[in-house]
């Protein structure tokens, strides 16, 4: 597999502003290779059977923990799910204690999901075993990057040269972060868009142009990626309305009709009908959100399978 | 197995008011066959090595999904549950695109739990994958059903001509439902047996007769399966009180002495010792309650290597 | 694998007052003979394979559990999760019911975590099926006290003439009590240091000696056992404040440079930094704690494979 690529050497995989185009490059093409076990009989290799991939969620998420528990039950490994509700994080014990015990139980990989920055790195940092972060704070999710990447380049059959808007809460979006990481990285051309309100300061420094115009944004796009309005945790109500958002910067079929035919729509879920797009977009020709998620169980068996291996290779 | 019947040809298991009588008496000859397994060193089948069952559960209940979830085990098949407290539910996603984010992780089987009635032929109807109903609203619990069937037959022999008692709330009951459209199908008398304000209106038209008294239901019957009363959702205060509806309506020692000897008696549990049976009958001779949880791992043995079949040949 | 030794003919683990000397060292050597498993490429034997256990959790303790899980998994069982915040209890349905249920679904053991003393006890007396307890109130938490004793022996080649100190709140203490019971019955001598509050009535009964000066209790100490104070349960307020119980009982590294050079530190975690001992003294050369956690995994794949030998024995 892959065998005249560079080979990965890293145990950890925390983000896309970390890797070279090259790693990034590699962790497509394994996951490329992965994608055809899913639609097996018998959906199961033993890539890494007898090894164990603890699932730590301080945050619930249903979806990623789900998509990483089937990558890695199809590559035969153990999983252990520890949610932060019943966890021992209420009885005080720091993260890097709880990511010592994990190792201590001879685990080979951790997959965090963290609301601070920085844990996955922290914990990494402190442990000989595997982390892979499955989002920290407003950071990172380099998964989620990797399976829209994934998802593009197959679509496109490349990334360099491509147009790409991400639309929706820069500001607040790990997704965001990593996909502007990523697409960058490989040659794509970004444009963030979105109100004012929810475009980070200095958000240029990544390589990106700023749109506060969804219509001139769209334009020349080959890919809209339409991030989640997160309302349920605008604590502060510096969001704008639902409605006005829809208006201002919702993806409708009048919009797509204006950009390139073909132009792919993809959104990392979970969608709100109606807020982000119309379900006449969300289930159109255009739509690519539900091969997002099918690549998201390649990339992810890709990115278990690299860094179990990057792990040998750093003893 | 079961050769010379007919097979198995849907996709998924919604209810028993879908089905024929050949399709109920086929998923019982299948648990049958399979309830052997159980009591093997080995208690493992290679049948469904390879497939993924979700358990997706938008209410709790400890009993269904570790029954789905032992069951699906045995068959070798891979399991992951989802839970609404800890799931993307909360964040607004419909349970349509829940449904279709499964079916995109290339899961085989959703067992889904929910309290719509309707819900799990709604999923069924958007995906491609096969739906298991484990319960929705008012409407249906079928496998509850089918194991009930299952250990009344292998207790008498057969079904067609037994005399049957519910008793309990007939109107909040999917159990109850799902009992009256197997049992009659199968070709036994049912009688439904509660206080007036627990009588759904028009249940006569299911081919029931209606008894307030249960001494008199008890007369001739050959079983009598108790409802749980689920006095916790009673928010409208409209229920009997606890000891009034045991005094009433209770199954004690004394009224099973006036029914035939070896009345059979149900419950699908968890059980309220002392409101709805006293604790001399749950534990006594006619009891098969611990036997309808060893055959509920059969039950939905079959019905997931049936579906998984079914699916293959809708394809 | 310790065939000279006597053979284990219980069927269930309930605690170490019932256990003779020689039981437990046969479960310490058998301990002794898995520990190896956890270092392989490929963690896992075929042990218990086809095999059910069932962690029964009515309190959060995700330590135990996963610790359970990943032995169960090393021993290629199956392993359903129960927590009491899902499950059946708050509708009312007894222990022993829950047990029997689960007996029902030919689950071959069940680990139990309950608030009440005696819990353990009360399930194996209604089941034929095996129970391990994994901690019942205040009573006993006997997997501890067995990898807390097998990394003392690992340390110092022998339990017999140890001098061992137990810190911290005594009265409210499962580990406490089963250590006491472990390590008095293989030879050691128990010294147990607390504030009065904190020593519960009669505690010399089990052989041990009361020290309420650390200073004083350490100065022999081949090894000291350091109790998680539960300050998040306290109540009613009669604990000593955090700071006052770390200047009067704290494991620092000044006091531990009047103790013997190479004396054991340990703790069952999550450790409260900075409470019961100084960050130093945790990360520090005299510290097992990890170890400790490794051990668990080791101590409990043999009482699973034990107890379920013992089950067969019985039968």
């Known amino acids: 597999m892959a065998t005249n690529k560079p080979k990965w050497i890293r145990k950890d995989l925390l983000g896309l502003g970390d890797l070279s185009r090259e790693e990034i490059e590699l962790i497509l093409d394994t996951a490329y290779s992965f994608k055809e076990i899913s639609t097996r009989q018998i959906k199961k290799v033993p890539a890494l059977r007898g090894k164990m991939v603890v699932n730590l969620f301080y945050e619930p998420s249903t979806r990623t923990r789900v998509s990483f528990e089937v990558a890695a039950k199809r590559l035969s490994a153990d999983v252990i799910n520890v949610a932060v509700e019943t966890s021992s994080v209420k009885k005080g014990e720091t993260l890097a204690d709880t990511g010592r015990n994990i190792q201590a139980l001879k685990a080979d990989i951790i997959v965090v999901r963290h609301n601070c920055s920085g844990a996955a790195l922290m914990l990494a940092r402190h442990l000989d075993i595997s982390v892979v972060n499955a989002g920290d704070g407003w950071h990172e999710h380099p998964t989620q990057a990797l399976l829209d990447i994934f998802t593009l380049k197959e679509k496109m059959g490349k990334i360099s040269g491509l147009n790409v808007v991400i639309v929706g809460d820069i500001a607040h979006s790990r ?73 201002n910067f919702g993806i409708t079929k009048e919009r797509l009709g204006k950009a390139k035919r073909d132009i792919i729509v993809m959104h990392p879920g979970p969608l709100n009908r109606g807020i982000e797009m119309s379900s006449e977009v969300a289930d159109g020709a255009n739509s690519v959100i539900l091969e997002q998620v099918t690549n998201g169980i390649a990339v992810r068996m890709a990115v278990l399978f690299l860094v179990a291996q990057g792990r040998e290779k750093s003893r």
């Not at 965001?176 to 444009?191: C, D, E, H, Y």
């Not at 475009?199 to 020349?220: C, D, K, T």
């Open 175 to 247: 997704v965001a972060r990593s996909n502007i990481w990523g697409l960058t990285k490989l040659g794509a051309n970004v444009v963030v868009c979105a109100p004012p309100v929810l475009i980070p300061a200095a958000i240029e420094q990544m390589g990106v142009r700023i749109s506060h115009n969804i219509e001139e944004a769209l334009e020349n796009a080959d890919a809209v990626n339409v991030l989640r309005m997160q309302f349920e945790r605008d604590e502060l109500g510096a969001f704008p309305k639902q409605m006005e958002y829809f208006r």
